[in-house]
């Protein structure tokens, strides 16, 4: 047996000898064509019609980085391109420039959020970072966080720990509630929690689509009366359709009142939070027991990049250490991976980190509000005579003509969706309350009022 398996030119691993010239040109040439990739996005559109691509899959004899190198290419120009400004279909932004750098250096680092030996800084900076965010929110020196791979996973690890924190952990009472208007990855959470959908109970949205307080009241005491035991009342800070805020002061007195624990889903919104934006009820986020941050879906920070934030990190580490009985720990470190469900983590917090310093608060500020910008410039503009909107306070929002039908709308959508895509728009056609809308997502930092002048036009 040989102990030195390379039989390639280039080599397998970066090398602790030399100058690693081989990795730097392969870098080099990635960037170039990535640059270029995001270059041609005028010319390809949001989506390549190029179908050219086909997978291949790894054979006995490994390949030569040429033969990758072509593949790689093939790939990128099969790929949705989110740089392109017509690019308005999804909570995916294009990626901001530093934080793809960030990720870049996660790979190469390598190192590991599971144990604080095997990140010694990052695990640092990611607790640090998760402070800085708590403090902007209005927490006090007792919250803390830990990133996860998603907003559905920080959800996640906040209903775990409310429900641990609650007690009803073994109880098949214990439920907890959303609004019928939050996003459906909760139907996740109770698969994974071994709950039934009937631990998950939905509570009415009002006309703009936030919950409706006074069914938020008869749904809990129809829940005390059937025995149920209430762990969360989970308040949407952006929902997924039109962008809106449930009454998040009102929800969070009745949570103190019951010591209920409130958690804030702003997989969305909770982003805005943190700066001086003013919308309404947006500073009441400090009276949350959680709250999930999703930096990934509007500041472009590539994903994934998501935090979930509490207001007594005593209570992450109650729930998920286990003790890790395989690292080796001093005394007052705390290894992250006994913050949360997750174990081996990259280190996602430096693009967060990177993107943050890089942009600072007037950054952060401009990319949120020309967003919003972007949404009312939209909405002053489009026919409203002819469509029905509907939106929120922040960058989303979603549309149907008047006067049509169930199925004349649905195929309208399906139709105009074809025509938008043809003129280089990509929207997307989400199903709310058993109807298909159009919706724009206007959180693409290329796209500018000349770009929705033209897609207005198409819809006039
Ligand atoms: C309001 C809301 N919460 C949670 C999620 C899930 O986030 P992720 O896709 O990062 O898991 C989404 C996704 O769009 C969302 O819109």
Redesign the pocket.
């Known amino acids: 047996m040989t102990l030195d398996p390379i039989t390639k030119k280039e080599k397998l691993f970066p090398t602790h000898k030399g100058n690693n010239e081989d990795l730097l040109a392969l870098i080099n040439k990635t960037s170039q064509i990535l640059c270029k990739w995001f270059s041609d996005a005028e010319k390809i559109g949001p989506l390549s019609n190029d179908h050219n691509f086909k997978c291949s899959v790894p054979e006995e004899l490994g390949h030569s980085t040429d033969v990758l190198f072509s593949e790689i290419e093939s790939l990128i120009y099969s790929s949705f391109n989110p740089v392109h400004p017509g690019s308005i279909a999804h909570?995916d932004p294009p990626p901001l420039t530093i934080s793809i750098l960030g990720d870049l250096i996660a790979a190469g680092l390598n190192n590991n959020l599971l144990a604080h030996e095997l990140s010694p800084s990052i695990s640092l900076l990611e607790d640090s970072i998760c402070k800085w965010f708590s403090n902007k929110l209005g927490f006090t020196e007792a919250a803390g966080g830990i990133a996860a791979s998603?907003?559905?996973?920080s959800?996640l690890n906040a209903l775990v720990a409310a429900r641990n924190h609650s007690g009803f952990e073994e109880d098949k009472n214990a439920v907890f509630l959303i609004s019928e208007d939050a996003?459906s990855?909760f139907v996740k959470c109770c698969l994974i929690m071994g709950l039934s959908k009937n631990n998950l109970i939905k509570v009415k949205t009002d006309d703009n689509g936030c919950m409706d307080i006074d069914d938020l009241k008869k749904t809990i005491d129809k829940c005390y009366e059937k025995g149920k035991k209430i762990f969360s009342i989970v308040a949407?800070l952006?929902?997924?359709i039109r962008g809106a805020i449930d009454p998040i002061e009102e929800i969070s007195k009745i949570c103190k009142d019951r010591k209920i624990w409130l958690h804030i889903?702003g997989?969305?919104g909770g982003i805005f939070a943190i700066t001086k934006i003013p919308i309404n009820g947006i500073r009441n986020v400090k009276f949350a027991n959680s709250i999930t941050i999703?930096p990934?879906?509007i500041l472009g920070i590539t994903k994934?990049s998501?935090i979930l934030l509490v207001s007594d990190i005593e209570v992450l580490q109650k729930t998920f250490s286990t003790g890790l009985p395989y690292i080796s720990t001093e005394i007052n470190i705390l290894n992250r991976g006994e913050l949360g469900i997750q174990g081996s983590r990259p280190a996602e917090i430096i693009k967060l980190w990177l993107g943050l310093r890089f942009l600072g608060m007037q950054g952060i500020q401009n990319v949120l509000s020309s967003s919003i910008e972007k949404r009312k410039f939209f909405e002053n503009n489009i026919n409203t005579k002819k469509y029905l909107l509907f939106s929120g306070p922040l960058h989303i929002i979603s549309f149907i003509p008047r006067g049509m039908n169930k199925n004349e709308s649905d195929a309208w959508t399906l139709k105009k969706r074809a025509t938008l895509m043809n003129n280089n728009f990509m929207l997307s056609r989400p199903i709310f309350k058993n109807r298909y809308l159009l919706r724009a997502v206007l959180g693409n930092y290329n796209t500018g009022e000349k770009q929705i002048n033209e897609l207005i036009k198409l819809l006039n």
């Not at 998603?150 to 996973?153: A, C, I, K, P, S």
């Open positions: 909570l998603g907003g559905t996973l959800n996003h990855s949407t952006g929902t997924t889903d997989s969305i999703n990934q879906k994934t998501s």
